[in-house]
């Protein structure tokens, strides 16, 4: 089969080819509960970037060369002897996490902290190919409204951003104020899940003019222009108190502080990018009583409702679609800022 394949790490990312598209053999089903997913398209995110740049590397054991692709949908291909819910032609999308279900955390419906995880196209072979091992239990059947090219960055990017969005508006009242930072893959699926969610009024800070154009499409009421005085302007909206909810996109570049001096008193400081560090006073802990929060992608169940959502047209990726041939450029269009959304490779 045909894979856009990763040989060499690039710190500076400044090599012209980050991977090789080139043949290599196709997947195998090697368990009964194995799935073999043919990709309909496979989502390139920001994550992809820092992969390439090696920033995984100690965190994961993964041998060079391999292929990245952790948002992926399709059609089931073929399946192994103990799989009961799809067969082949079933169209679905992954949960990026394949586990056996038998560890507490998974039972618990937290995979993503399941010790004996494995996790396509981050410590295994994606889809950035033509062809996709999984799990029938990572599998999520799509409704007829919603094709894998379309829905494939939902994976992790809308999972992700939908679980901080759902996390902040549990204590999102009408009338609070909610500010996600960085309008990019991540930020425009997460304001529509916030708008749909709750009532708060959203404000969106974003260096790109292009961003903040995509953020007022997708329901936000305030855009803020990131050019060093957006704590102000943020400040400025939410009466010098600042929003109830901080969900931060970015995690690095200065935003981590910002964000945090954006945060009202008693509010929450989501962390969903990253990169950045968390720097902060524990008397500023105490005396402001806010809290930080880590997210990291989501569960199964986040990613049914999810797709329920965007059965509902309540939630809409905005993508650019590539060739699986074209990957190179899909990810330096990415690094350079010039995907309005989402990018998808389509094999």
């Known amino acids: 089969m045909k894979a856009a394949v990763l040989h060499s790490y690039d710190p500076s990312l400044k090599q012209s080819s980050f991977v090789t598209y080139e043949e290599i053999p196709e997947p195998k089903i090697e368990k009964p509960t194995d799935v073999i997913v ?3 398209g496979a989502g390139v995110c920001r994550t992809d970037l820092h992969i390439i740049e090696g920033l995984w590397k100690e965190r994961v054991e993964v041998k060079l060369p391999y292929v990245m692709g952790h948002e992926n949908a399709g059609w089931v291909e073929e399946v192994g002897k103990g799989v009961e ?12 996490l394949i586990t056996a279900g038998h560890s507490l955390e998974a039972r618990r419906g937290n995979d993503m902290h399941d010790p004996d995880s494995v996790f396509p196209g981050i410590n295994a072979n994606g889809g950035y190919a033509q062809l996709l091992r999984t799990s029938e239990r990572a599998l999520v ?41 960085g ?16 009532a708060a009024e959203i404000i969106v800070v974003d260096r790109s003019p292009m961003a903040l154009e995509l953020a007022k499409e997708c329901g936000a009421h305030h855009a803020v222009k990131a050019d060093g005085n957006e704590v102000d302007a943020v400040k400025s909206l939410t009466g010098g108190l600042g929003a109830q909810a901080v969900i931060d996109f970015v995690g690095e570049g200065g935003s981590v502080e910002k964000g945090w001096a954006m945060t009202r008193n008693a509010g929450a400081y989501y962390v969903v990018g990253y990169g950045g560090k968390v720097e902060i006073p524990t008397m500023d802990l105490i005396v402001t009583e806010k809290s930080i929060v880590g997210n990291l992608v989501g569960n199964y169940s986040d990613l049914v409702e999810l797709m329920a959502l965007a059965d509902q047209g309540r939630v809409k990726l905005a993508t650019k679609e590539y060739k699986l041939s074209d990957a190179n450029n899909a990810l330096h269009d990415l690094h350079a800022g010039k995907v309005r959304g989402r990018a998808v490779l389509i094999p």
């Open 38 to 40: 043919r990709v309909g």
């Open 85 to 96: 819910s799809v067969k082949k032609g079933t169209p679905v999308i992954c949960h990026p």
């Open 141 to 181: 059947k799509l409704p007829t409204t919603l094709a894998p090219k379309d829905v494939a960055p939902y994976a992790d990017a809308g999972l992700t951003a939908y679980r901080a969005a759902r996390k902040a508006s549990r204590h999102l009242m009408p009338g609070d104020y909610a500010v996600v930072i």
């Open 183 to 198: 309008a990019g893959g991540l930020g425009h699926i997460g304001i529509q899940v916030l708008s749909a969610l709750c």
